[in-house]
């Protein structure tokens, strides 16, 4: 028998630490999850990753409160971060460049993401990751393609 679903609730969770305080709690308590049930499971599937990895997390609840998730690959933003070993992106994207990432690296991303992408070509997703890296103030080295 299929379950009616209550309510999709859409949160950005850091993998292997969640916890009951804001935003998890308020948002699903108001549902009638059991929060810290969830925040065992979520913290239990997602242990293998990198603790603190924001995660894009898909949460379906139920008429009878239960719930099932899905969780996301990283925001793009995230893993250029990551992989120039930068903070913040740049105040003036376009005149100011605060680092250079090559061609490689932006791929592997791309094949990273790929399944949480609405297209399955992987020249469009690296198009994307390579605007987005613009706008950070990034520039992306296309001499190795």
Do not use: A, H, R, W
């Given at each position: 028998m299929v379950k009616k679903i209550k309510s999709i609730?859409?949160?950005q969770i850091p993998s292997g630490s969640a916890?009951?305080?804001p935003p998890i709690g308020p948002a699903?308590?108001?549902h009638?999850?059991?929060i810290?049930?969830?925040c065992k499971k979520f913290n239990h599937v997602t242990s293998g990753i990198k603790?603190?990895?924001p995660l894009p997390t898909i949460i379906t609840i139920y008429i009878d409160n239960s719930f099932t998730f899905i969780y996301k690959s990283p925001p793009v933003t995230f893993l250029l971060k990551q992989m120039t070993n930068i903070k913040i992106g740049s105040n003036k994207p376009g005149k100011k460049i605060i680092s250079k990432i090559n061609y490689n690296i932006v791929e592997e991303i791309a094949k990273l993401k790929i399944k949480d992408m609405n297209t399955i070509k992987l020249d469009s997703i690296?198009?994307?990751i390579i605007g987005s890296a613009k706008s950070m103030g990034?520039?992306?080295d296309e001499q190795n393609k």
């Open positions: 609730v859409k949160l916890n009951p305080s699903l308590g108001q009638g999850v059991n810290v049930e969830f603790n603190n990895t690296i198009k994307s990034i520039i992306v």
